[in-house]
DNA sequence: CGGCTAGTTGAGCTAGATCAACATTCGTGG
DNA sequence: CCACGAATGTTGATCTAGCTCAACTAGCCG
């Protein structure tokens, strides 16, 4: 049993920010600071406007799962639940449009091109959840680092020296992808001996070999989660 | 790496059948049948009328994910995709209607009622593939087992004599929870053991102890897959 | 009966977890 | 500027849950 993602930065509620555009409010976040938790009122639906969150669940005795890394034009709750079914903490500092749910029902009724590109993003999320569970259930711990490379890869947040950031601590990555932190550093460390990475910090690096990587990931599944690279236009709440 | 679930049976592509009601196909399914593949150009949406289906995805290598065991009443496919995100397969001898997907979209269009209910359970499954996800990535074989017997538990099959049905085979069910065969065997007869079940059959069961089994699950977590036990209206296709 | 499939059970083996140092970065205060 | 401590990352040594390999059992069907 494992728990090792500490509390040490006091996972306080965020609290409301500043009236954004749109009639939606913007609210900021420092580094490990809590949106909301699975279970609460799903009063809201969030989407980011700069930094990274993510979302994730909790076992009773405290393991973690998390979900999804969620950057700028992704939604961080979808779907018209009561409840939130996961929790969502910023891993950087991050703002995120808060859109009040209250008017979501009467936009799904009287707007059903927004409904159907509802139905397209959970369709979505739905697919990505599935890879995930292929991954978990299925791939090896090399697999699954290399994939989740290959997955920062594809998203390219590029740093200007061509390198790409690894903005989540070991431990975050660890338990997105259902291993311990020590696994996650080992196995990154691997690729890095075989040739097909480059580290020249613990958070930067860059794909050597791409083909040879995206073997290791076990390819055949796991498509990246393009979320917001759709060229879908952009859905707004009126 | 393994690669246990044989194609003993052809996996023969089922043919199409009688037409039905409602202007929807029937088709029956025989044991081991393939209904749709990963892949292939999404061209109906099918609900489960009778028996037991399961959706899959296989890695390249032939390691196999599987995502849900549907039951009468609970649909296959959802969303808008182009194409099918998981392959099904009858589990025992099936038989689901078929509606052909090219109605959705004007469906869509014109019943904002059934667009919200579409909403409705691509909601509730996206929770369940988190779900099982969080089971993948931070369960013991143990808790995954009991997990899912109090998973069967709770949908309720029950046999005459107040026992629990396992359909599926032990390969099936280990490739559900992410573990091998021998292992879910084991875990099973651990737990008839403990006297937590009974077992009289290898396809049989029985709780005995409702709360020490959801304890030995991990609770927390696991909320089970009532998906058609939802008291939501049925909806049709028109 | 004999062959086939599913299930059980035992005996190792190993990938990954656990435990334990140690290294590095970074922020804080003197 | 440096010293110090806290947080994060790396690396080694060991342990073990679950995998692999293998034998055996129990139904089932022709």
């Not at 939604?75 to 018209?80: A, D, K, V």
């Not at 090896?140 to 594809?154: G, K, P, T």
């Not at 460390?189 to 480059?198: E, P």
């Not at 580290?199 to 995206?214: I, K, M, Q, T």
Request: hydrophobic share 35%; proline share 4%; net charge neutral.
């Amino acid at each position: 049993m494992q728990e090792r993602h500490d509390g040490r930065l006091q996972p306080r509620h965020a609290g409301t920010g500043s009236n954004g555009k749109n009639g939606a409010c913007l609210q900021r976040l420092q580094p490990r600071e809590t949106l909301f938790i699975d279970g609460e009122r799903a009063h809201s639906v969030f989407r980011v406007r700069s930094g990274l969150v993510m979302t994730y669940r909790l076992l009773s005795d405290g393991r973690r799962q998390i979900h999804s890394f969620a950057r700028t034009g992704d939604f961080l709750t979808l779907g018209t639940g009561d409840l939130y079914t996961v929790s969502a903490e910023a891993i950087t500092e991050s703002s995120v449009e808060v859109f009040r749910r209250g008017k979501l029902d009467n936009i799904l009724r009287e707007d059903s091109v927004f409904g159907r590109q509802l139905i397209q993003r959970l369709t979505h999320e739905l697919s990505v959840a599935r890879e995930q569970a292929a991954m978990l259930g299925r791939k090896s711990a090399m697999e699954r680092i290399a994939s989740f490379l290959v997955f920062l890869d594809r998203r390219g947040d590029r740093t200007p020296d061509e390198l790409i950031a690894i903005p989540m601590t070991r431990n975050d990555i660890a338990d997105y992808l259902g291993l311990t932190l020590e696994t996650v550093s080992r196995m990154i460390h691997r690729l890095k001996a075989l040739g097909l990475i480059d580290l020249p910090r613990p958070d930067r690096f860059r794909v050597l070999c791409p083909p040879e990587l995206a073997e290791a990931a076990g390819e055949g599944l796991w498509q990246p989660r393009l979320d917001s690279d759709q060229g879908e236009p952009d859905w707004e709440f009126h």
